[in-house]
């Protein structure tokens, strides 16, 4: 769907750039698809008037017509740059989440090659004393908390890299959690 619109708005930019302003000397202009300058008259095809149409050479300004349509070409081709350049970039994020596998778990790119990291060892540790709280409670005011306690406290994955991306996919849509991490002292 999005190629199609990226094709019909080439189009239509080019059929936009394709129209000229066959500008006059008394200020006025014609719209016209192409012209030709022959010796004493400019011949020219007006969009108005679906017609080959000619005109006297004094009453034709060229200067300014040719100056707005080198304008008009660099600006179409200034459009159609960024236009490639966002389908290209839009091309490497495709490519970049292609690479990304679909089972449920945590993954970075070392190299352009697809790591997983594995889960650490954990237990969860709830306290009781909230958690009888939060059933007695007639309405819901105290929240459940839990404590994540992890066996080893060092990663046994290191990055280097200061800006390291990471790709979580979940198995189910999950709810907002908000994780604080402390080194417990033993």
């Known amino acids: 769907m999005r ?3 990226l094709a019909v708005l080439l189009l239509a930019l080019a059929a936009w750039g394709a ?3 066959l500008y006059l000397k008394d200020g006025s202009y014609h719209i ?6 022959q ?11 679906s017609q080959w149409e000619e005109m006297p050479l004094d009453l034709v300004d060229l200067k300014r017509t040719e100056a707005e349509a080198a304008q008009r070409k660099t600006e ?10 966002e389908d290209k970039a839009e091309r490497a994020i495709q490519d970049e989440v292609m690479k990304i596998p679909q089972d449920p778990g945590v993954y970075y790119v070392e190299g352009g090659q697809t790591k997983i990291l594995r889960q650490a060892e954990s237990s969860v540790k709830t306290n009781k ?3 009888v709280l939060k059933r007695l409670a007639p309405i819901p005011v105290v929240s459940g908390k839990a ?10 994955t290191v990055f280097t890299n200061p800006e390291q991306e990471f ?10 959690g908000i994780a604080r991490l402390t080194p417990k002292s033993r």
């Open 129 to 131: 004393g909230r958690s």
């Open 76 to 85: 179409l081709e200034k459009e159609a740059k960024i236009i490639s350049e």
């Open 32 to 37: 016209v698809r192409e012209y030709q300058v």
């Open 3 to 5: 190629w199609r619109l």
């Open 147 to 156: 404590t994540v306690e992890l066996d080893n406290p060092h990663s046994e």
């Open 167 to 176: 790709y979580i996919q979940l198995s189910d849509t999950e709810r907002f």
């Open 39 to 49: 010796s004493d008259r400019v011949r020219f095809y007006s969009v108005e008037r």
């Open 19 to 21: 129209n000229i302003k």
